[in-house]
């Protein structure tokens, strides 16, 4: 059974504040996704990883970083927190693009700016 | 790159009715198009995937089609119960990179 797991349920940061969002998959998989969800917006990519120090920019990846040490692990950073970046974070893993299958989600992480 | 559309953003059915949500996708190299559900508080999970090699697939009361042509896929759910009432997203996905391009999602209501 395929398990990602966030580092926090709930977080409340201060603006300005600089923000770590933790992912950790058990499943050794290539690919690894940080997604943003916001009512009516959907889920959009803000980083993806396809292998260690690998990482690609998504859709809206303006105000964040990302980091991937190791194959497990993959980190989601707000450089400098701001109200506009309150949301939902989930991270998600796949096997890889060849085989081309389903991306498991972690169980959310949501923050609160303030 | 892809642009994944969906509608209706939300729908309400009485149990028992049949509920159908629409995608459509802008690349034609897409060839991988999962569904998930996402119930309150929780995370989005996979229910059903179609690839373009297959025009329908169906598992028990949910089915999902495909026209390549078109570029639209389609997720229908026939006897809905109150446990189908969720967030509905579906997504496309190619085999050169394994991003997924996610649509905003159908919030689907059953009422009993």
């Known amino acids: 059974d395929v398990k990602v797991t966030q580092s926090s349920r709930y977080l409340v940061k201060r603006t300005g504040e600089k923000v770590f969002l933790e992912c950790v998959q058990d499943m050794d998989h290539e690919n690894m996704f940080w997604y943003r969800q916001d009512p009516g917006l959907g889920l959009r990519l803000i980083y993806f990883s396809y292998d260690v120090k690998m990482k690609e920019k998504g859709d809206i990846p303006e105000g964040y970083s990302v980091s991937r040490e190791k194959k497990e692990r993959f980190s989601l950073i707000l450089e400098s927190a701001s109200t506009n970046q309150t949301s939902m974070y989930l991270c998600?893993?796949?096997?890889?693009?060849?085989?081309?299958?389903?991306?498991?989600f972690g169980q959310g992480t949501r923050l609160t700016v303030v | 790159g892809e642009n994944v559309e969906q509608h209706p953003s939300t729908l309400s059915v009485q149990e028992g009715d049949s509920a159908v949500i629409k995608c459509t996708y802008s690349d034609s190299a897409s060839n991988y198009f999962p569904w998930y559900k996402q119930e309150l508080g929780k995370r989005p999970q996979l229910i059903i995937d179609i690839r373009s090699n297959v025009g329908e697939k169906k598992d028990q009361r949910i089915a999902v089609t495909l026209n390549k042509t078109a570029k639209h896929f389609s997720l229908h759910i026939t006897e809905t119960q109150p446990e189908d009432s969720a967030v509905y997203f579906c997504a496309a996905s190619e085999d050169t990179g394994n991003q997924f391009y996610f649509g905003t999602g159908t919030s689907l209501t059953v009422i009993p």
């Open positions: 998600a893993s796949s096997v890889d693009a060849i085989l081309q299958t389903e991306a498991f």
